[in-house]
């Protein structure tokens, strides 16, 4: 793999996991509140495993950036994303579709869904890509632009399409389908 892409790679799954962990911290009692309506830990452990949490997020983006070793970051990352889509998918199974996913923030209430633990998955091994083995070669100023542009687009792009994501149920409704 390019030095580049694997740059790109790593700084898209950094800012997804420090804006995921920035969510939860924005109003980490309802974050709390969302984790424990998933009802897969007892009450008394839910605070702290809301901390832990937030904490893995932040040390996970921290380590696909700054990491001189490369298997931690990717690892860790996709660790969490399998584990936010097993906990998502044993929910929908027990048919508590209505709760909030916490996926999107304190502003925005999401239900689960099956969408949700397919998205987990395909990031989980979009993340593991970085994997791969780097060849080497010197970074110069062009690569800098193109991760930071190229980072950027992914950004852009994994939000629309999470918002549409976010609006297909209102959509459904609109087109008169649900």
Do not use: Q
């Not at 916490?102 to 994997?131: K, M």
């Not at 083995?133 to 110069?140: A, C, D, E, G, K």
């Amino acid at each position: 793999m390019d030095p580049a892409v694997d740059a790109t790679l790593r700084a898209a799954f950094a800012l997804l996991f420090l804006v995921a962990a920035s969510h939860k911290l924005r109003d980490f009692g309802r974050f709390r509140t969302t984790l424990g309506d998933y009802r897969l830990l007892p009450g008394a452990v839910v605070p702290l495993a809301a901390i832990l949490v937030v904490g893995v997020e932040i040390a996970a983006a921290i380590t696909l950036l700054a990491s001189a070793r490369r298997a931690p970051g990717p690892v860790a990352a996709a660790a969490l994303l399998v584990l936010y889509g097993v906990a998502i998918a044993l929910n929908l199974a027990r048919g508590r579709r209505h709760i909030d996913c916490g996926c999107a923030g304190p502003a925005v209430r999401r239900p689960i869904s099956g969408w949700l633990v397919a998205r987990n998955g395909a990031l989980a091994a979009a993340v593991l890509v970085g994997l791969a083995p780097v060849r080497s070669r010197p970074l110069v100023w062009v690569d800098a632009l193109t991760v930071v542009g190229a980072t950027a687009t992914l950004a852009v792009l994994y939000a629309s399409l999470d918002g549409l994501l976010a609006h297909a149920p209102v959509l459904a409704r609109l087109r008169g389908e649900a």
